[in-house]
C-alpha cells in the first residue's frame, strides 16, 4: 500500500526557514517523479515544485523560485522541500503527492494527508 | 504560465442528476497532460482522471473526461450522494503545472 507521510510543519516568523520531509512506502520512490502541492486556508490547490525520478531535473512556481529547494533521498526513501525567506502568503497545508511516472511531466495519483505552515509575526 | 479557468465556480444539482465540469486553458495542453482531482473537506484530494480521459484506478465509470486543446470536461454522469465536493483541473504538460480554481459541486 503507498504511503505518503509528511513531517516539519509548524509555526514560524516571516524570513524564517523550516524543511519539510515526505516519508513515502509501499513503492520504489527513485522510480517516480514526486511533487508538492499547497493549500492556502480555505483556498484552492497551489502546485508548488516537482523532482524528477532520479532527481536531476527539479522544477519551481514562479512564487517560490529562489526560496524553496525540492529534493530526495531515494535510499531514504524521503521527500523533502527546504523553505527559506518564507512569507506570510506561504501559510498553507502543504501536501507531498507520487508522480504517476519517473519523468515531472507525470499526473499525481497518490497524496499524503498534508503537514500545515504557518508563517505569522 | 497556463492559466486554467473552471466553470462554473459553483453548480448546484440534486442526486441522480448529471454534472458537467469545464476547465479552459489559456493555451493549448500539450498531449492532453490534463487531470482532474476531487477533493472533500478535510481531505487530500483524490485523482479520477489523467491524461484527459483516463480513469485511475478504483474511480467509477459514472465519471468521465473529454476534451483536447484547450478545452476540456469532467462529466458526472449520474450523481451520488459522496460526489458533492470541490474538483479541480490541472495541467501537467508545460511547468509550472498549474491547477484550476476549483468548482465546488453542492447538493441542491
Known amino acids: 500500500e503507498v504511503q505518503l507521510l509528511e513531517s516539519g510543519g509548524g509555526l514560524l516568523q516571516p524570513g524564517g526557514s523550516l524543511r519539510l520531509s515526505c516519508a513515502a512506502s509501499?513503492?520504489?520512490?527513485?522510480?517516480?517523479?514526486m511533487s508538492w502541492v499547497r493549500q492556502a486556508p480555505g483556498k484552492g490547490l497551489e502546485w508548488v515544485s516537482a523532482?524528477?525520478?532520479?532527481?536531476?531535473?527539479?522544477y519551481y512556481a514562479d512564487s517560490v523560485m529562489g526560496r524553496f529547494t525540492i529534493s530526495r533521498d531515494n535510499s531514504k526513501s524521503t521527500l523533502y522541500l527546504q523553505m527559506n525567506s518564507l512569507r506570510a502568503e506561504d501559510t498553507a497545508v502543504y501536501y507531498c503527492a507520487k508522480g504517476l511516472e519517473m519523468v515531472t511531466k507525470s499526473t499525481l495519483d497518490y497524496w499524503g494527508q498534508g503537514t500545515l505552515v504557518t508563517v505569522s509575526p | 504560465e497556463i492559466v486554467l479557468t473552471q466553470s462554473p465556480g459553483t453548480l448546484s444539482l440534486s442526486p441522480g442528476e448529471r454534472a458537467t465540469l469545464s476547465c479552459r486553458a489559456s493555451?493549448?495542453?500539450?498531449?492532453?497532460?490534463l487531470a482532474w482531482y476531487q477533493q472533500k473537506p478535510g481531505q487530500a484530494p483524490r485523482l479520477l482522471i489523467y491524461g484527459a480521459s483516463s480513469r485511475a484506478t478504483g474511480i467509477p465509470d459514472r465519471f468521465s473526461g473529454s476534451g483536447s486543446g484547450t478545452d476540456f470536461t469532467l462529466t458526472i454522469s449520474r450523481l451520488e450522494p459522496e460526489d458533492f465536493a470541490v474538483y479541480y483541473c490541472q495541467q501537467y504538460g508545460i511547468s509550472p503545472y498549474t491547477f484550476g480554481q476549483g468548482t465546488k459541486l453542492e447538493i441542491k
Open positions: 523532482i524528477s525520478g532520479s532527481g536531476y531535473s527539479t
Open positions: 493555451q493549448s495542453v500539450s498531449s492532453s497532460y
Open positions: 509501499g513503492f520504489t520512490l527513485s522510480s517516480y517523479a
